[in-house]
């Protein structure tokens, strides 16, 4: 198995999107896109290899996979390719909700989840990552952050589809909206137009 179809086929976001398209194309079909996609994968994880490590962790585990697939997905059933992102990648953001929820089910789970949100943030989606971010001060039953420069963005727009940036936007709304014991309020995204993105998490 080439290295790009590993990477696809082993994403938990993503593996979703291919079941929708077997749902409309059928298995022999979809596995052709699928190899499209995977080539076309490892042709910009080649071109972007210089990147520092942490903006990959985004680039190869997320933001490459979705242009990879979407560019394939346009170029060979153009009307369907945004309709196909949009549903593989709500289901795959669901089924992520699902696992946390499971974990928030634990004693003092929200007390403990604003307390590490920060720190996590500060971790994967820090200056080094290609974020640009404000923190607020935590309180003991909330925290908030701003993002102020996204490389969802970037490189959406970079390579030509900054209509997919949304997508990865929402994938947060499905992750975090129905959280047992949390609030999530979010007004704006840069994806939609916002001049950034805002995160407030409270327990209640």
């Not at 989840?113 to 200056?127: D, R, T």
């Not at 997919?164 to 979010?186: A, M, Q």
Request: proline letters at 5%; hydrophobic letters at 35%.
């Amino acid at each position: 198995m080439q290295p790009g179809l590993k990477v696809l086929s082993a994403s938990p976001l993503f593996k979703w999107v291919r079941q929708e398209m077997v749902s409309r194309y059928g298995e022999a079909s979809s596995s052709g896109l699928w190899d499209q996609a995977a080539m076309l994968y490892e042709k910009l994880r080649e071109t972007y290899k210089g990147d520092p490590k942490k903006v990959r962790f985004h680039t190869e585990k997320n933001i490459f996979i979705g242009v990879a697939l979407y560019t394939t997905l346009m170029k060979e059933h153009p009307l369907d390719a945004m309709p196909i992102m949009q549903a593989g990648m709500k289901t795959g953001g669901l089924r992520a909700a699902k696992t946390l929820a499971k974990l928030m089910r634990l004693p003092g789970s929200s007390r403990l989840f604003i307390g590490f949100f920060p720190i996590l943030c500060k971790k994967f989606f820090g200056q080094a990552s290609g974020f640009q971010q404000k923190f607020y001060l935590t309180e003991k039953h909330s925290a908030r952050m701003d993002i102020l420069k996204c490389p969802y963005c970037k490189y959406c727009l970079e390579l030509g589809c900054p209509e997919l940036t949304p997508l990865f936007c929402e994938n947060d709304d499905y992750v975090y909206g129905n959280v047992s014991g949390i609030r999530f309020t979010r007004t704006q995204t840069l994806g939609k137009g916002g001049d950034r993105c805002d995160f407030l998490m409270e327990r209640y």
